[in-house]
């Protein structure tokens, strides 16, 4: 590895709220505060271009960790800036990281910033647009975000909570290898009919992808006792494997990410991490580096 190949670093698999999650005392978080090892971060990924440009797409307030995970992941130094940001959506742990751009940390300006208009109107309501030269990005439209990075970057659109902002995926297009950053949506029957494919396939096959990062948020309906988790959706990891089944020759590499605290295939030791791996599907894992 090393400069002069597209490389993409998963920075966290976490949900918004990471591992530990703040007013937790569940034992994944418990233990995690005791054992810095077992933290995990909100989700986001950085992409070094053949040029060594670096690109990071999510902005969580763990950007102090996530910087120093990429560092060290692609042996750079320490300190390392991010060339560019591009954003999935708006919810807090996707965009909580911004205001590290601006004078009370780097001190940066005219970053570019890729997003959907709704999303950046959202950054600028909220007075996180400062450190950055905002450009909005239609879905479906391939572009490089710099000048001889050597990858491309496509939105592709999917449903979820849009309350205050649409919400997409994106594809990072490199010159060997493509992969599909899906943290969030709501469910599958939603995505599918939007994109009018008839399977998780289908529609992977469609673009063109051999890697897929998918939202991995819950296992099952009954981690969150007391919360309606209808109210909270997302696809869980049991329906996503029940649609999938094993994984047979020609498929993409699937690997979960955006997942809570309270998921238990968390635990590399655990039934539903092995599950999810006896059926040729993998579960993130944070300083992972995917050549492209």
Do not use: K
Not at 82 to 103: K, R
Not at 187 to 210: K, P
Request: proline residues 6%; aromatic residues 4%; charged residues 20%.
């Amino acid at each position: 590895m090393g400069v002069g190949s597209v490389e993409l670093v998963i920075l966290g698999v976490a949900q918004d709220g990471g591992v530990p999650q703040a007013g937790c005392s569940c034992h994944r978080c418990v233990a995690a505060l005791a054992d810095p090892s077992l933290r995990r971060h909100p989700v986001a990924c950085g992409v070094r271009g053949v040029d060594g440009s670096l690109h990071l797409i999510e902005a969580s307030r763990a950007l102090p960790d996530h910087l120093a995970i990429w560092s060290s992941a692609l042996g750079m130094d320490a300190g390392i800036r991010p060339d560019t940001v591009c954003l999935t959506h708006a919810h807090l742990g996707h965009i909580d990281g911004l205001g590290q751009f601006g004078t009370e940390a780097m001190g940066v300006g005219g970053v570019p910033l890729f997003a959907s208009s709704s999303v950046i109107g959202a950054i600028e309501r909220r007075g996180l647009a400062t450190p950055f030269e905002c450009r909005a990005v239609e879905p479906g439209v391939e572009f490089r975000p710099s000048e001889g990075c050597g990858f491309e970057y496509a939105l592709v659109p999917v449903p979820h909570r849009d309350d205050e902002t649409d919400t997409h995926a994106v594809v990072i297009r490199g010159p060997d290898a493509s992969v599909l950053f899906l943290p969030d949506h709501d469910d599958w029957s939603q995505t599918l009919e939007m994109h009018e494919a008839d399977g998780i396939r289908e529609w992977l096959s469609r673009l063109g992808v051999g890697i897929a990062l998918l939202d991995g948020t819950f296992w099952d309906a009954s981690e969150l006792p007391g919360r309606e988790i209808s109210q909270i959706p997302h696809p869980m990891i049991t329906v996503t494997l029940e649609r999938l089944g094993e994984r047979r020759q020609g498929d993409p590499e699937i690997l979960f990410v955006h997942m809570n605290h309270s998921n238990p295939a968390l635990d590399e030791a655990s039934e539903e991490a092995d599950r999810v791996e006896a059926l040729g599907w993998s579960v993130a894992e944070q300083s992972s580096v995917l050549r492209l």
